[in-house]
């Protein structure tokens, strides 16, 4: 099994290494070399899962390769395998895949086609390295590489300016949120001598009781680790107020937008906490903070998609508002629900985004809604996907959606958390609402762009049509299939702390999935959603009245509560400043005329001594050697 899921991990790196070497290659034989090896991983996992949950297997950590054995520490390159790695391997390289096989056709035309699917081979198995990890130094250089991949991703036009502007915000936000992780897997490894997590599972007990003076003040060093730990999830998930990055990254081609928000980069913090479990189950204080956290992004940043207009900039802040719902999840111990919204909204938000990269297409790559219009007609296959993906994203039942959100909904609030409920349940409102303005006016609206005459190939080919039908599958039905076992505690089993909250609730408040379908008719759950539906079809679509918003309150939404102001001015001068003094002080001081230039001068000068030395006499060559002896015998003398 070991083997099988090394394979797993490094198939995608093999194909980057490949690419890189056949960079000059034909497009046609690096479509073929990066699709088949996500191709392979993905069929690795798949097996690797199967295999496991049928043979309701125990968790297996093995280190594979050993750097650093000593007696008080070992580090290793490893493996850990149990049922939430290798459905989240299976999810990651399924979604990888079809959006793989989507840029085919969408980067058909760029001029950097081969180094694009280089970029795509390298995240995949960057994100691949964070799940598969069996201790905290691995879990942090793929990190470091999924930040380092998203960066070239986002940046990838590299004559646009906007790019360039976006891939440095990101670069710089995850830089502060990695402070935390970095400050956190030291003070693992100083108070437990090990970063292996199941070395440090054991250990939990022994340290929870313990403090750490930190300026004078005592901290529980458990819930300390946990919230380091968590300020670095909390960048990589764009959890407020960490999260104003993550729609710039839409400057990235759509594919990449899809594979970000999807499966790869945003997932890994609510990844990470998940893994770690077994240690935030028993950081109360922490759980509390991460649970209004979540609440707080899932509801202020839905209310921002409300004034947004570009399409893709629409569905980046559905993406932080339901990163919100997880990251609640976790605060609240619901960590099987997390991984639950984590994988339903996987699939229905990489098909959002593949829909709207084939509407851009289409449309000449225009992304502001108010001038697309009328494509339900004209592209009804993408027409029929983004409704499906859409009703997903509402949590309307039956949905994959619905089973996952829902329940993380319902769940918060029988465990009494009343605020965070409350947020979470208006959230449902302007999820719903920002759904049915993208909805209305790309669909059904009026477009200035095209007439029907113009668009006789009404859809895009195969090659992009053929994910939108596959991703649509999962995201309608998947919550269903899995979520009786999942509620069960069955489907992950031991891999995540708390199973017993979420097994009370369903046995006392569930039952089975479909008296949750039923229920959920009679809850103010479904009532505000109906609301919202009703609201945006006479608003939006009938545009039977008009609602005029402060003008304070929509500068406010704007601007984003400050955030967009923050990031546009603030963190550009920080860059400025910051790269002034390395330039002044490192690069001209400390290098140039610190080292370069210092070290050149003493050099000539002791060139200069030593020259005089060669006499060209060979009595003063005799007499050097001579004295070197002696001065060598009297050492050796003393020593004896």
């Known amino acids: ?243 104003f990055w993550l729609p710039d990254s839409m400057e990235g081609p759509t594919p990449i937008s899809a594979l970000i928000h999807a499966a790869t980069m945003v997932t890994a913090g609510i990844y990470m906490v998940a893994r770690l479990s077994p240690i935030y189950v028993l950081a109360e204080d922490v759980s509390l903070f991460i649970l209004y956290i979540g609440s707080i992004t899932a509801f202020f940043l839905g209310l921002v ?137 790309v669909f059904f609206g009026e477009s200035t762009l095209h007439s029907d005459s113009e668009l006789k190939n009404k859809e895009n080919d195969n090659q992009m049509l053929i994910p939108l039908v596959v991703l649509t599958v999962p995201s309608v039905f998947l919550g269903i299939f899995i979520y009786d076992s999942l509620m069960l505690g069955t489907l992950f089993g031991t891999s995540l702390a708390a199973q017993e909250l979420v097994v009370s609730f369903y046995n006392d408040y569930v039952i089975n999935s479909l008296n949750f379908f039923l229920h959920s008719f009679l809850t103010i759950n479904f009532l505000i959603l109906l609301s919202a539906i009703v609201f945006g079809y006479f608003y939006y679509y009938k545009k039977s009245f008009e609602i005029k918003i402060p003008s304070f309150f929509k500068k406010i939404l704007t601007e984003e509560y400050g955030f967009n102001m923050f990031s546009s001015k603030y963190i550009p001068e920080f860059q400025n400043i910051i790269t002034k003094y390395l330039w002044r002080r490192i690069d001209i001081s400390a290098i140039d005329n610190g080292f370069v230039n210092n070290a050149s001068y003493f050099f000539d000068k002791i060139s200069h001594k030593v020259r005089k030395a060669h006499t060209g006499f060979i009595y003063h060559y005799s007499l050097t050697i001579i004295s070197a002896l002696i001065l060598l015998l009297l050492i050796v003398g003393y020593k004896n």
């Open 1 to 243: 099994m070991i083997n099988i899921a090394l394979l797993l991990l490094l198939t995608p790196l093999i194909g980057t290494f490949i690419l890189l070497y056949l960079q000059n290659s034909s497009k046609k034989l690096t479509i073929i070399i990066s699709n088949t090896s996500i191709l392979l991983s993905f069929l690795l996992s798949l097996y690797l899962l199967i295999i496991y949950i049928s043979s309701n297997a125990p968790a297996f950590s093995e280190d594979v390769l050993v750097f650093v054995d000593v007696k008080i520490y070992s580090l290793a390159f490893g493996l850990y395998i149990d049922s939430l790695s290798l459905v989240m391997s299976t999810v990651v390289t399924s979604v990888s895949f079809l959006v793989h096989y989507y840029s085919i056709s969408y980067m058909k035309d760029e001029k950097s086609f081969n180094r694009f699917f280089i970029y795509t081979n390298f995240f995949t198995f960057s994100m691949l390295l964070i799940v598969l990890s069996n201790n905290f130094f691995q879990l942090f250089i793929g990190w470091e590489l999924v930040g380092l991949s998203s960066y070239l991703l986002i940046g990838f036009w590299t004559k646009k300016d906007s790019a360039i502007k976006a891939n440095y915000k990101a670069f710089l936000v995850n830089r502060v949120g990695d402070i935390g992780l970095i400050l956190g897997l030291c003070l693992i490894f100083i108070t437990y001598n090990t970063t292996n997590y199941n070395e440090v599972f054991q250990l939990k007990d022994t340290i929870n009781n313990t403090n750490i003076n930190i300026f004078g003040y005592a901290f529980n060093t458990l819930s300390f680790i946990c919230l380091l730990l968590f300020i670095g999830a909390m960048a990589k998930s764009a959890q407020v107020p960490l999260h």
């Open 305 to 441: 998609a409300l004034v947004q207009n570009d399409i893709k900039r629409i569905i980046a802040y559905s993406t932080i508002s339901q990163l919100g719902y997880m990251t609640a999840a976790l605060g609240a111990s619901l960590y099987s629900l997390a991984i639950f919204h984590l994988i339903t909204h996987a699939f229905f938000k990489a098909l959002l985004f593949l829909c709207a990269g084939s509407i851009i297409i289409k449309c000449h790559h225009e992304q502001d809604i108010r001038k697309i219009g009328g494509l339900r007609r004209l592209m009804p296959i993408t027409y029929m996907a983004f409704l499906y993906a859409s009703l997903s994203l509402i949590g309307f039942p039956l949905t994959s959606g619905f089973y996952s959100k829902e329940t993380i909904i319902d769940a918060v609030g029988y465990y009494g958390h009343t605020i965070p409920y409350t947020m979470l349940l208006l959230s449902i409102f302007t999820t719903t609402l920002y759904t049915a303005k993208i909805f209305s006016k």
